[in-house]
């Protein structure tokens, strides 16, 4: 149950796109089609940005997009905002009903 | 609307243990794996157990294997976590969560603080 890697930090100026990835194992981000990153601002509950990789709950923009090769995923915030400075975590199913996160991405908008 | 509200989070000693809930509203509880997830002060997520539907099936992170049990009780729309054997590492925000791995709901943690 090792967590997966993420970058500590990304940054990029408003109106630029910004890519985060998340690299796991051939037995969790490699094998399945779950998963998931969140959204953290200071103080808050996580919120579900995409699921499944691709996916995005109603509500989120279309500025949030997910990816995915082989054993790593990523999250590209297009036309950042100030609003989408945050803390970002990607999380995978990896068999026998575990979950593993990664350490978390502070993004920063310039 | 969906709503999860955890309660049960205190100071507690070292070897000490502790019961967290969890009420859900706004959905059908009964139909949903549900989950907790925890964050250690200034630290990362770390997703800590899920239950099935009916309790039948629950996964538990290696660390609380043996210390945590998560149950649940559908009548009252409740989740919990009882937490045994308690360690100073076991310091965290404990969240609820709606599903099993793709957590689309949260509530808004409960502290957990282990310490002499």
């Known amino acids: 149950q090792s967590a997966l890697t993420q970058p500590p930090s990304a940054s990029g100026s408003p109106g630029q796109s910004v890519t985060i990835s998340c690299t796991g194992t051939s037995r969790d981000v490699g094998s399945y089609n779950y998963v998931s990153w969140y959204q953290q601002h200071p103080g808050k509950a996580p919120t579900v940005m995409i699921y499944?990789?691709?996916k995005r709950p109603s509500g989120v923009p279309d500025r949030f997009s997910g990816s995915k090769s082989g054993n790593t995923a990523s999250l590209t915030v297009s036309g950042l905002q100030a609003e989408d400075e945050a803390d970002y975590y990607c999380?995978?199913?990896?068999?026998?009903?575990?979950?593993?996160f990664g350490g978390g991405t502070k993004l920063t908008v310039l | 609307e969906v709503q999860l509200v955890e309660s049960g989070g205190l100071l507690v000693q070292p070897g000490g243990s502790l019961r967290l809930s969890c009420v859900a509203s706004g959905f059908t509880f009964s139909t949903y794996w549900m989950s907790w997830v925890r964050q250690a002060p200034g630290k990362g997520l770390e997703w800590v157990a899920n239950i099935k539907v009916d309790g039948s099936e629950k996964a538990y992170v290696d660390s609380v294997k043996g210390r945590f049990t998560i149950s649940r009780d559908n009548a009252k729309n409740s989740l919990y976590l009882q937490m045994n054997s308690l360690r100073a590492e076991d310091t965290a925000v404990y969240y609820c969560a709606r599903r099993g791995w793709q957590f689309d709901y949260w509530g808004q943690g409960t502290l957990v603080t282990v310490s002499s």
């Open positions: 499944e990789v691709n």
């Open positions: 999380s995978s199913y990896a068999g026998s009903n575990i979950v593993i």
